[in-house]
């Protein structure tokens, strides 16, 4: 199947899912997220075949959400870290797994979100910083801005 390249295309939505948008990427930023860095780490957590994680790795380096290192020489061995484009990243998997815990199985446990300080839970919603009103799907919507020609992922 060929893969739609997204990178061209006017919306920031589009272009972001050109990083990221593959569900394998998307739970391996979830893992680094939860402190794993090295390929056999992903392997175990995700049951992912290596030839795949080793694809959706490579990706991600040349996206620039992750960063890769040298651990070890012989044989050589690298870890895979967060940069600061990944670690940017954290909102948007928040906001999935906030959707997941009230839409599909919410009786599941998830990973909490946490200060990096104190490791106090923190609970995370979009705000308004103009006003400090929360942003949801019931109080806010998108519009499309003048010469924005893109309908249904199709550029003009």
Known sequence: MKHTSFADMQCPIARALEHAGEWWSMLILRDAFLGMTTFGEFTRSLGISENSLARRLNALVDTGLLER?????????YEYLLTDAGRDFLPVLVSL???GEKHDRPELPSPR??????G???RTVLVDRATGREVTGHNATLVRE???TEEAGVEA
Do not use: K, M, N
Not at 69 to 77: G, K, L, S, T, V
Not at 113 to 118: E, G, I, L, N, R
């Open 69 to 77: 290192r040298p651990y070890q020489e012989r044989p050589a061995r």
């Open 120 to 122: 106090r839970t923190l």
């Open 97 to 99: 797994a906030q959707w």
């Open 113 to 118: 979100v946490a200060d990096a300080a104190s």
């Open 146 to 148: 003048a010469g924005d």
